[in-house]
């Protein structure tokens, strides 16, 4: 735990000013998860002898969040001669002897677009008009409810949720996260739309935060066992090592991804 709690806190010391100030310092942090999920994402598939393309993949989730952060209009271009690429490379692959280059071809496109361009609304959520405000709404719904989850279902779960994805969650530990994810989303519209200087004021209340915190919460922990079915299709308990106590890059940002988009589609849709 005290491992746990000081990595926290560094990351913590890093990624808060970078989410308060945006810009490139925000893209250069979440351009390291994403970047480096990616490169975790080659590894749990190569695990079991799968052969998706490195520098494809990796590269391809670099070039789509710097093309959504700095070059919005050249997304659809480059996406498209991504998956060319891809293509190109695994039939190579396949004349060259690698018969599974078809599944593997299909492994490296999925990377690019689940990482690349899900991952980049992580991006989009910031960039929005007051974003940074956003942000502190949607995320925290989503880190309440893995703690939350985590908290209850450990004391209490007894039915389990996906025994083959994640033998220790519960549906004790879903519907607590879901709860505290409401508690979470309405406590932060209201202060942010209703105290101190009202950054969202006008645009968001404590209902709709709640809404917030219901529907993200229900389908963010999706991300987390999605990230799952890479690790126990690769037989690993953590995607990597790179944050002591933590696991990997995958391992921080699997619910973020969910969480993002559809926070961005709510606000896009329901509030702007």
Sequence with gaps: MPRRTLTALAMAAVGLPAIIYGGVFYFLMMGTFLVGGAWEYVRLYRAVQREPNELVTVGGVLVMVTARFFFADAVIP????????AMTVHLYAFERGRDQAGL?????VTGIVYLGWLGSYLLDLRNLPQGGWWFMIVLPIV???DTGAYS???????HKMAPRLSPKKSWEGYFAGVFTSILIGAFFAHAFSSLGPQPLGGLIGPVQGALFG??????APLGDLGESMFKRQGGLKDSSNIFP???GFLDRIDSWIWGAAIGYFLIQYFIL
């Design 104 to 108: 593997d071809f299909g492994i490296t």
């Design 245 to 247: 106590g933590h696991g």
């Design 143 to 145: 880190w309440a409810g």
């Design 152 to 158: 209850i279902g450990a004391v209490y779960g007894r």
């Design 78 to 85: 480059l996406f498209v001669l991504l998956i060319l690429l």
């Design 214 to 219: 219901l529907v993200i919460g229900a389908l």
